[in-house]
């Protein structure tokens, strides 16, 4: 019997020396805001020991008190020599009760630690929740292009005048925003009005990141050439590499896609631009396999989504797009995947990653929340304010550090052979 005593003492202190290690790990973690998740998953850990703790205690006592009865009502002899010699007294029985109360207080001890910890990682994590630090801007809806799977489609025209832009990021920078992604629509629409923010976002706020998204076919060596020093990311949408099926998708009809491309990622290399490619699989483009395309065109990021329904965008055909017709099942979305993941450059996204976990700006400056059901916006914060507006939407914070929101996206990180092919800086061939 005093094996099963001090079997259950030694698992004791076991348990109490994880509790006590996991809760400087999870205050060291609170650190940093990546690590947040890390730590809510060290605390969640120490609540199961805790109840691992509760357990023990309880079998201990059950068994001091089933020992005690036995020893007291047996012989003397009995009392004297338990399990191969081992004495085990009344007074091993209360100096074995006395380690169990000093135990209790050291774990009320470390519970109090823990409500403390627990309490410091919530308030962290609410803090840093309200940092808008990377945010996707939508100066216009216009597009050149008709792409079927389109979530954020030309509904209005409206785009805002350039000095209430500028107090937009102005605010936004102020509230803690480190990179911002313009996209539309088609912003190259609008080359003056990039070329503003641009300069804007970088002499004037010092942002540490800027990047556009675009379809590429607006896009000039000249305006390369005029604003590079401005710009750290140029993402392209790449949907395919067969003319027919950019057709059939809606992007263009001259065929020169693929041409422009691999000129574009020229530029940028020449330019000293970050190159970037986005790509929505959907019912005509999942069976393809990009693998040679991307390797020679090597960007540093290939950021591969799961065509997505967006209620109030292009749920249905009541919505300038109906992207119901598109949409991949999940073993076509799994074998798009397959097929390209050895590629180092490859950042996949499903429908559940792209969940809230992007913060979005509509052209009249509103936070706009694309999660479930129908799609909401944000007063604009421009009369609100970037808190109270980010108040009215959801952004999961979790998730978009789970997807990888933060990354090397300076040019400052920019080094020779990065990228898909590990490659060279020779032009590329088309």
């Given at each position: 019997?005093?094996?099963?005593?001090?079997?259950?003492?030694?698992?004791?202190?076991?348990?109490?020396?994880?509790?006590?290690?996991?809760?400087?790990?999870?205050?060291?973690?609170?650190?940093?805001?990546?690590?947040?998740?890390?730590?809510?998953?060290?605390?969640?850990?120490?609540?199961?020991?805790?109840?691992?703790?509760?357990?023990?205690?309880?079998?201990?006592?059950?068994?001091?008190?089933?020992?005690?009865?036995?020893?007291?009502?047996?012989?003397?002899?009995?009392?004297?020599?338990?399990?191969?010699?081992?004495?085990?007294?009344?007074?091993?029985?209360?100096?074995?009760?006395?380690?169990?109360?000093?135990h209790y207080l050291l774990v009320v001890g470390v519970l109090t630690i823990f409500i403390i910890a627990y309490q410091q990682v919530f308030n962290e994590f609410t803090k840093e929740s309200n940092i808008p630090v990377s945010v996707n801007y939508f100066p216009?809806?216009?597009?050149?292009?008709?792409?079927?799977?389109?979530?954020?489609?030309?509904?209005?025209?409206?785009?805002?005048?350039?000095?209430?832009?500028?107090?937009?990021?102005?605010?936004?920078?102020?509230?803690?925003?480190?990179?911002?992604?313009?996209?539309?629509?088609?912003?190259?629409?609008?080359?003056?009005?990039?070329?503003?923010?641009?300069?804007?976002?970088?002499?004037?706020?010092?942002?540490?990141?800027?990047?556009?998204?675009?379809?590429?076919?607006?896009?000039?060596?000249?305006?390369?050439?005029?604003?590079?020093?401005?710009?750290?990311?140029?993402?392209?949408?790449?949907?395919?590499?067969?003319?027919?099926?950019?057709?059939?998708?809606?992007r263009g009809d001259d065929g020169g896609n693929v041409i422009r491309l691999f000129r574009i990622a020229n530029w940028c290399r020449e330019y000293g631009i970050k190159f970037k490619l986005n790509t929505v699989v959907n019912v005509h483009n999942w069976n393809?396999?990009?693998?040679?395309?991307?390797?020679?065109?090597?960007?540093?990021?290939?950021?591969?989504?799961?065509?997505?329904?967006?209620?109030?965008?292009?749920?249905?055909?009541?919505?300038?797009?109906?992207?119901?017709?598109?949409?991949?099942?999940?073993?076509?979305?799994?074998?798009?995947?397959?097929?390209?993941?050895?590629?180092?450059?490859?950042?996949?996204?499903?429908?559940?990653?792209?969940?809230?976990?992007?913060?979005?700006?509509?052209?009249?400056?509103?936070?706009?929340?694309?999660?479930?059901g129908m799609i909401t916006k944000s007063e604009s914060i421009l009369k609100v304010g970037v808190q109270k507006a980010m108040g009215q939407v959801v952004w999961d914070k979790g998730s978009f550090l789970d997807r990888g929101g933060i990354y090397d996206w300076?040019?400052?990180?920019?080094?020779?052979?990065?990228?898909?092919?590990?490659?060279?800086?020779?032009?590329?061939?088309?």
């Amino acid at each position: 019997m005093s094996s099963i005593f001090f079997f259950y003492r030694d698992s004791l202190q076991l348990i109490l020396c994880k509790a006590l290690l996991k809760l400087v790990c999870t205050v060291v973690g609170v650190s940093h805001p990546a690590q947040i998740s890390f730590s809510c998953v060290l605390l969640q850990d120490l609540k199961r020991e805790y109840e691992i703790w509760l357990n023990i205690q309880a079998g201990l006592a059950v068994v001091a008190r089933s020992e005690r009865r036995r020893i007291l009502e047996g012989p003397y002899s009995e009392r004297a020599h338990i399990e191969g010699g081992k004495s085990l007294s009344d007074q091993a029985i209360i100096s074995l009760l006395r380690d169990l109360s000093l135990h209790y207080l050291l774990v009320v001890g470390v519970l109090t630690i823990f409500i403390i910890a627990y309490q410091q990682v919530f308030n962290e994590f609410t803090k840093e929740s309200n940092i808008p630090v990377s945010v996707n801007y939508f100066p216009s809806r216009k597009c050149n292009y008709t792409c079927g799977f389109c979530f954020h489609t030309d509904t209005s025209s409206y785009v805002l005048p350039i000095d209430e832009a500028k107090r937009g990021l102005r605010l936004l920078k102020e509230a803690g925003m480190r990179k911002l992604n313009i996209a539309g629509g088609e912003p190259f629409l609008y080359p003056r009005l990039l070329t503003e923010l641009l300069q804007y976002g970088k002499e004037e706020l010092d942002m540490e990141s800027i990047s556009i998204v675009s379809n590429g076919s607006k896009i000039t060596e000249k305006w390369m050439r005029e604003n590079c020093q401005w710009l750290d990311i140029l993402a392209i949408s790449c949907v395919s590499f067969d003319p027919e099926t950019n057709k059939k998708i809606g992007r263009g009809d001259d065929g020169g896609n693929v041409i422009r491309l691999f000129r574009i990622a020229n530029w940028c290399r020449e330019y000293g631009i970050k190159f970037k490619l986005n790509t929505v699989v959907n019912v005509h483009n999942w069976n393809e396999d990009m693998s040679a395309e991307i390797e020679k065109l090597a960007p540093f990021r290939w950021k591969v989504f799961q065509c997505l329904l967006v209620a109030g965008e292009n749920e249905d055909a009541s919505r300038l797009r109906d992207a119901r017709t598109f949409l991949v099942t999940d073993e076509q979305w799994k074998t798009f995947c397959n097929r390209h993941k050895h590629l180092p450059c490859y950042v996949p996204e499903d429908t559940n990653a792209m969940a809230s976990s992007y913060l979005l700006l509509d052209e009249y400056m509103c936070f706009l929340d694309k999660g479930e059901g129908m799609i909401t916006k944000s007063e604009s914060i421009l009369k609100v304010g970037v808190q109270k507006a980010m108040g009215q939407v959801v952004w999961d914070k979790g998730s978009f550090l789970d997807r990888g929101g933060i990354y090397d996206w300076g040019r400052s990180d920019m080094m020779q052979g990065s990228g898909c092919s590990g490659g060279s800086n020779e032009k590329l061939q088309w």
